[in-house]
């Protein structure tokens, strides 16, 4: 167990719905990173976050956008949802620069 | 920018045999640099880094790296597997001098271990 949580585990959804997803990091970890893995794409990184604030953006389309909060929790909205935004989401947590800590993921299937 | 490849999407190795999984890597400064393992269904878990000192790096289950900065390589070694190695491994580079700190993924390679 890594410490860090996901929810929900599964999420099945139609296109052009919106969806969140949440992730509570590490115990006093204060970078949030997440991620998305599909089968063609591999694990593309989407955005960092770090005690508040935005610090990095990957290959985050402008339909995707994420906010930590006070209590450093995270969520990533995916809104106006399409097929191709089906995959896994990962978030990681970590304390420095070190190594991530990855949560255990949602699975995301839009019909 | 930085970049990882792994350029084996697939390696099988038959139990008890040693077994290599191959990194390079490009970034502007100094590297940070991991690898993960995945299970089926399962989040990325952490198995080394290196960051500085030795060159050969020793993690978890039995697994080793050696960094190597004149081939911008980071292969990942054990001398004898085990067919719950069974799994997908990923490199990951992070860019010493990145300000903004992002850390990028080689797409994995999936290691079977033939029992």
């Known amino acids: 167990d890594s410490g860090v949580t996901q929810t929900p585990k599964h999420l099945i959804t139609a296109t052009g719905q919106r969806v969140t997803l949440r992730c509570s990091p590490r115990?006093?970890?204060?970078?949030v990173y997440w991620y998305q893995q599909s089968l063609d794409q591999g694990l593309q990184f989407l955005i960092h976050?770090?005690?508040?604030?935005?610090?990095a953006k990957g290959n985050i389309l402008e339909r995707f956008s994420a906010q930590q909060f006070p209590d450093l929790h995270s969520e990533l909205n995916l809104s106006s949802l399409e097929l191709g935004d089906s995959a896994l989401y990962f978030c990681?947590?970590?304390?420095?620069?070190?190594?991530?800590?990855f949560g255990p993921g949602t699975r995301l299937t839009v019909t | 920018a930085q970049s990882v490849a792994q350029p084996e999407d697939q390696v099988n190795v038959a139990e008890g045999n040693p077994l290599t999984v191959k990194c390079t890597y490009s970034?502007?400064?100094?590297?940070?640099l991991f690898w993960y393992v995945q299970y089926p269904n399962r989040g990325l878990q952490f198995l080394l880094k290196?960051?500085?000192?030795?060159?050969l790096v020793k993690g978890s289950y039995g697994f080793e790296a050696e960094f190597n900065k004149s081939q911008t390589s980071f292969h990942l070694k054990k001398p004898s597997a085990l067919v719950s190695d069974s799994a997908l491994y990923f490199c990951?580079?992070?860019?010493?001098?990145?300000?903004?700190?992002?850390?990028?993924f080689g797409k994995g390679t999936r290691l079977h271990i033939l029992p």
């Open positions: 976050y770090y005690n508040g604030e935005e610090r």
């Open positions: 115990s006093g970890d204060l970078s």
């Open positions: 990951a580079v992070r860019d010493m001098r990145d300000r903004d700190d992002k850390i990028i």
């Open positions: 290196y960051i500085t000192g030795d060159n």
């Open positions: 990681a947590s970590s304390a420095d620069r070190g190594q991530q800590y």
């Open positions: 970034v502007s400064g100094n590297p940070y």
